[in-house]
């Protein structure tokens, strides 16, 4: 079965750096679209960034962009997401995604539990 | 860049019918999904390019699109329920996608 596991999430002071992870098994990595999204508190969901098969090309919401990045490791079956110069803005619980296939307006169609990100001095 | 809106809440009663909407201009034109996300949960896909159900999905949970307003309708709705709705599409000037604000149902 599909699983999408995050780690990494944690309590940084504003202006600090975190790295998402996200493994993923029980599909083929390297044949999907992978995207995080976020919800911050009393929120809804924002979508973030996302990446094609390959690695690129790559987009990002207008809030995080130029600040974080994106990338992919196909042969580890694994999402990164690389987080710089935080904001207290950016404390959220932050998913990974799966999109759907060959799809020109796909959906996420499977979600990780999610890790916490807190932005706070 | 496109927007799409939904109703901040919605009540009903149990063993009711709730409708969810989103709008957006010509929103019709565009594939909707649909998310549930309940409290402490990940988010779950209930209904994709607007009416299909995944596997797992009950056969209360449906949707449309048409005009300016998509409805996801839960049918027969219980306890369970309870929780935030969200409605998605893609902004193609963008390729970014766009989620609603999202729609909190609640089960009286």
């Known amino acids: 079965q599909v699983q999408l596991v995050e780690s990494g999430g944690g309590l940084v002071k504003p202006g600090g750096s975190l790295r998402l992870s996200c493994a993923a098994s029980?599909?083929?990595?390297?044949?999907?679209?992978m995207s995080w999204i976020r919800r911050a508190p009393g929120k809804g969901l924002e979508w973030v960034s996302y990446?094609?098969?390959?690695?690129?090309?790559?987009y990002y919401a207008d809030s995080v962009k130029g600040r974080y990045t994106i990338s992919r490791d196909n042969a580890k079956s694994s999402l990164f997401l690389q987080m710089d110069s935080l904001r207290a803005e950016d404390t959220a619980v932050y998913y990974c995604?799966?999109?759907?296939?060959?799809?020109?307006?796909?959906?996420?169609?499977?979600w990780g539990q999610g890790t916490v990100v807190t932005v706070s001095s | 860049s496109y927007i799409v809106t939904q109703p901040p809440s919605v009540s009903v009663a149990p063993g009711q019918t709730a409708k969810v909407t989103c709008g957006g201009n010509?929103?019709?034109?565009?594939?909707v999904h649909w998310y549930q996300q309940k409290p402490g949960q990940s988010p779950v896909l209930v209904v994709y390019?607007?009416?299909d159900r995944p596997s797992g999905i009950p056969e209360r949970f449906s949707g449309s699109n048409s005009g300016n307003t998509a409805t996801l309708t839960v049918s027969r709705v219980e306890a369970g329920d309870e929780a935030d709705y969200y409605c998605?599409?893609?902004?193609?000037?963008?390729?970014?996608?766009?989620f609603g604000g999202g729609t909190k149902l609640t089960v009286l």
């Open positions: 995604a799966r999109l759907a296939p060959d799809n020109s307006s796909p959906s996420f169609d499977y």
């Open positions: 029980g599909f083929t990595f390297s044949d999907h679209y």
């Open positions: 990446i094609s098969r390959s690695g690129t090309p790559r």
């Open positions: 010509s929103i019709g034109t565009r594939s």
């Open positions: 390019d607007d009416r």
């Open positions: 998605q599409v893609w902004d193609s000037s963008t390729d970014h996608p766009v």
